[in-house]
């Protein structure tokens, strides 16, 4: 997770200036290597506008989420170690 927290508060990634919109997108896209469906990208983007969540406690919540364990699981369990 601290990989994916520095590249999201990177330089870089703060002078793209992204909407909650797109940080959900690229949530999605970067830890769960899929893109949003609907609801669950309304709900996102909900708790994030409400403030809710915040942009950090939102990318725990998505690499702590079953989906992205599973995943990482699968990634070491065909002995891919990191």
């Given amino acids: 997770m601290q990989i994916a927290l520095n590249f999201l508060q990177s330089q870089e990634y703060a002078n793209r200036n992204t909407s909650n919109s797109e940080y959900i ?43 992205f364990q599973v995943r990482v699981q699968q990634v070491i369990d065909a002995g891919c170690l990191f």
């Avoid at 609907?38 to 702590?64: D, E, H, K, P």
């Fill in 25 to 67: 997108e690229d949530l999605y896209n970067g830890i769960l290597r899929r893109g949003a469906e609907l609801a669950g990208y309304q709900s996102w983007l909900t708790a994030l506008n409400g403030g809710i969540y915040t942009r950090q406690t939102m990318l725990t919540a998505f690499v702590n989420s079953t989906e």
